[in-house]
């Protein structure tokens, strides 16, 4: 694949496969879309792309798609409607056949998202919100859970006899809504494939983190995607501690102005004995697993 220069294996190395036994993997691909958030998944005969970086990143990502050999989309997913996630989307939409979308329900009156909403209505594209509690389904050896954000203001996909976490679910809305903040409404999704897990954060924040732990659902999992570009909005001890992960990959815009990943998030990943890997050091980060072991490539030496 042209620009990916190393190659990083844990566990065991992948034994040599035919190609019919390689197109039964897994891959993730952590497209370097700056200071953005754009994820294109394959596994069999089906490719998915959460979310599209900013606006000008459009044409970069359509690119990026070709050279995978990819002709259409079965599922667009936008995690939330802020510009580092749906502004290449619309280029995407525009050029693309999309089988199916889905976003968090926000809703937003933003002019890109109505344009986003235009899009998907003119080229007859199947929608729908996503909530927790529901599983997308794309193959049956391949597990799409919902853990974000909660149906409806309430608690779908939560263990409502638990008043804790009624709470803690009320409490993150209530912040959400006093705060503005479309990051405590980013999708959370978490695939496993066989024995591995890849957990997607999107933006969300400590508050989701802290009404996820609440739940008393699974998050442990391998391959984490860090939320919120590595701000110290997230990323909490508490709820790395629950994850476990292996490696964390970092979607993060080279010198932004931010000052993300902070040193902070860092730590933390660190205390917790996990592999960081960023896309502005690393470029185009590509994850691939056979639902028992997995290796990654990236497209600059880091």
Same mark, same amino acid.
């Given at each position: 694949?042209?620009?990916?220069?190393?190659?990083?294996?844990?566990?065991?190395?992948?034994?040599?496969?035919?190609?019919?036994?390689?197109?039964?993997?897994?891959?993730?691909?952590?497209?370097?879309?700056?200071?953005?958030?754009?994820?294109?998944?394959?596994?069999?005969?089906?490719?998915?792309?959460?979310?599209?970086?900013?606006?000008?990143?459009?044409?970069?990502?359509?690119?990026?798609?070709?050279?995978?050999?990819?002709?259409?989309?079965?599922?667009?997913?936008?995690?939330?409607?802020?510009?580092?996630?749906?502004?290449?989307?619309?280029?995407?939409?525009?050029?693309?056949?999309?089988?199916?979308?889905?976003?968090?329900?926000?809703?937003?009156?933003?002019?890109?998202?109505?344009?986003?909403?235009?899009?998907?209505?003119?080229?007859?594209?199947?929608?729908?919100?996503?909530?927790?509690?529901?599983?997308?389904?794309?193959?049956?050896?391949?597990?799409?859970?919902?853990?974000?954000?909660?149906?409806?203001?309430?608690?779908?996909?939560?263990?409502?006899?638990?008043?804790?976490?009624?709470? &803690?679910?009320?409490?993150?809305?209530? /912040? !959400?809504? #006093? +705060?503005?903040?479309?990051?405590?409404? $980013?999708? *959370?999704? %978490?695939?496993?494939?066989?024995?591995?897990?890849?957990?997607?954060?999107?933006?969300?924040?400590?508050?989701?983190?802290?009404?996820?732990?609440?739940?008393?659902?699974?998050?442990?999992?391998?391959?984490?995607?860090?939320?919120?570009?590595?701000?110290?909005?997230?990323?909490?001890?508490?709820?790395?501690?629950?994850?476990?992960?292996?490696?964390?990959?970092?979607?993060?815009?080279?010198? &932004?102005?931010?000052?993300?990943?902070? /040193? !902070?998030? #860092? +730590?933390?990943?660190?205390?917790?004995? $996990?592999? *960081?890997? %960023?896309?502005?050091?690393?470029?185009?980060?590509?994850?691939?697993?056979?639902?028992?072991?997995?290796?990654?490539?990236?497209?600059?030496?880091?």
């Amino acid at each position: 694949m042209k620009g990916l220069v190393q190659i990083r294996l844990f566990f065991f190395i992948f034994a040599l496969a035919s190609p019919a036994l390689a197109s039964q993997n897994l891959t993730a691909h952590f497209i370097d879309v700056g200071q953005g958030d754009s994820i294109l998944l394959q596994f069999k005969d089906k490719s998915f792309l959460i979310d599209g970086g900013p606006p000008g990143m459009g044409s970069p990502v359509e690119e990026y798609l070709r050279r995978q050999k990819i002709t259409h989309l079965d599922l667009l997913i936008l995690t939330h409607p802020h510009e580092d996630h749906i502004g290449g989307l619309i280029a995407v939409l525009e050029d693309l056949p999309v089988k199916k979308a889905i976003d968090n329900g926000e809703n937003d009156s933003s002019l890109i998202y109505k344009r986003f909403r235009a899009l998907i209505e003119k080229q007859n594209i199947s929608y729908a919100p996503a909530h927790a509690g529901q599983e997308i389904d794309i193959d049956p050896d391949l597990r799409i859970e919902v853990l974000w954000p909660p149906f409806d203001g309430i608690s779908g996909g939560l263990k409502r006899s638990d008043p804790s976490v009624i709470k &803690n679910t009320w409490e993150s809305i209530l /912040e !959400r809504v #006093l +705060s503005g903040d479309m990051n405590q409404h $980013s999708l *959370v999704l %978490r695939l496993t494939y066989g024995r591995i897990s890849i957990l997607l954060m999107g933006d969300a924040d400590t508050v989701v983190e802290k009404s996820l732990v609440a739940s008393g659902g699974n998050l442990s999992s391998q391959i984490l995607k860090v939320g919120h570009h590595g701000g110290t909005s997230a990323s909490s001890p508490y709820f790395l501690k629950k994850v476990r992960p292996l490696v964390s990959i970092i979607s993060v815009g080279e010198g &932004n102005y931010y000052g993300y990943p902070t /040193e !902070r998030t #860092l +730590s933390n990943l660190q205390a917790v004995g $996990s592999s *960081v890997y %960023r896309t502005d050091i690393c470029g185009n980060i590509i994850i691939t697993t056979d639902g028992l072991n997995y290796s990654s490539v990236t497209g600059k030496n880091c």
